[in-house]
């Protein structure tokens, strides 16, 4: 069974089209890495699933249910924890974690303790007492206490030190070793992503740019370097290319899913020597969202 799966998903929101025909599938198990630029639709997508918004046209269904109609017993198999870490700032730690406990009927308490405690913090603090650090650890506590079959994270360690960061990211990753859980995992930190991510979702305009693990993602993207005697190609005369630098008197061209054949067609182009060298993730991402032109070409790339 898929976790979620959207067709031709279409959100309109404060004038913008927030999703564009979206289809999706994400199946159960793993981390799915969820990664766009600002204004990709990744929240959007979020809040639409968790029901908070309701689509424009199309269809959206998250543990096999319409999105629109979540009961509250299914919702207690997803957790949520967004990048504001929104927690009623009045209440004490104690306090918010025995009023979860009376709502979730699977609830952990030895999983929501061994949790929080790799943030100091105490029971008998007031949510607004604490750092925006500790914030996140007892966020993602409460979501993973409750035991979800699903767990959607919205950019969760946004503004956290190095600390706190190394913390909440230890956490969630045995939690996902011990219970299973499916995880969706929205994040513009490319390290992060690398280290987690099972299956790489990249989102651009609300549409689906590409599919597949980050390795293969990065296996398609390589970096060739070239030295012309004179003037470099135009990239228009070459297939796949992204990015197009001169450094140092070298031309580099960032492609996508090109092969070896690419060497020969810089030599034949006038290239004295041309050689490929394999990219980070953060660079193959980020070159891959600044081609509109590839994506359209390719506008749902598997792998």
């Known amino acids: 069974m898929n976790v979620i799966d959207t067709r031709d998903l279409c959100l309109h929101y404060r004038g913008k089209l927030a999703l564009d025909h979206l289809t999706l599938a994400i199946a159960d198990g793993g981390i799915h890495a969820v990664v766009g630029a600002n204004g ?5 997508l979020f809040r639409l699933l968790l029901g908070f918004e309701s689509p424009s046209a199309g269809t959206a269904t998250i543990l096999g249910c319409d999105s629109a109609r979540l009961t509250p017993a299914l919702r207690a198999r997803i957790g949520f924890v967004n990048e504001e870490h929104t927690l009623p700032a009045w209440m004490r730690v104690s306090e918010l974690a025995a009023m979860q406990r009376r709502q979730y009927p699977s609830w952990n308490g030895e999983r929501y303790a061994a949790v929080v405690s790799n943030f100091n913090v105490l029971p008998t603090q007031k949510i607004a007492e604490l750092s925006r ?40 990753m045995a939690s996902a070793l011990d219970d299973g859980a499916t995880i969706v995992y929205c994040s513009h930190q490319m390290e992060e992503v690398e280290r987690l991510a099972d299956q790489l979702v990249i989102l651009e305009r609300g549409q689906l740019r590409h ?16 030295e012309f005697p004179f003037s470099a190609p135009d990239r228009r005369q070459l297939p796949g290319v992204l990015q197009q630098d001169r450094i140092d008197g070298l031309s580099h061209f960032t492609v996508f899913d090109q092969g070896d054949d ?42």
């Open 40 to 44: 990709a639709g990744k929240s959007s």
């Open 133 to 172: 650090g500790e914030r996140a650890g007892v966020n993602l506590a409460l979501a993973l206490a409750q035991c979800p079959q699903l767990l959607i994270l919205d950019e969760p360690t946004l503004g956290l030190d190095v600390v706190a960061k190394r913390a909440f990211l230890e956490a969630l």
């Open 211 to 226: 599919l597949s693990t980050p390795f293969a993602f990065c296996e398609k993207v390589r970096l060739w370097i070239a």
């Open 262 to 303: 690419f060497g020969a067609r810089l030599k034949l182009l006038g290239a004295r020597s041309a050689q490929s060298m394999a990219v980070s993730l953060e660079r193959a991402v980020n070159a891959f969202l600044s081609n509109s032109h590839i994506g359209t070409e390719r506008k749902a790339s598997h792998a």
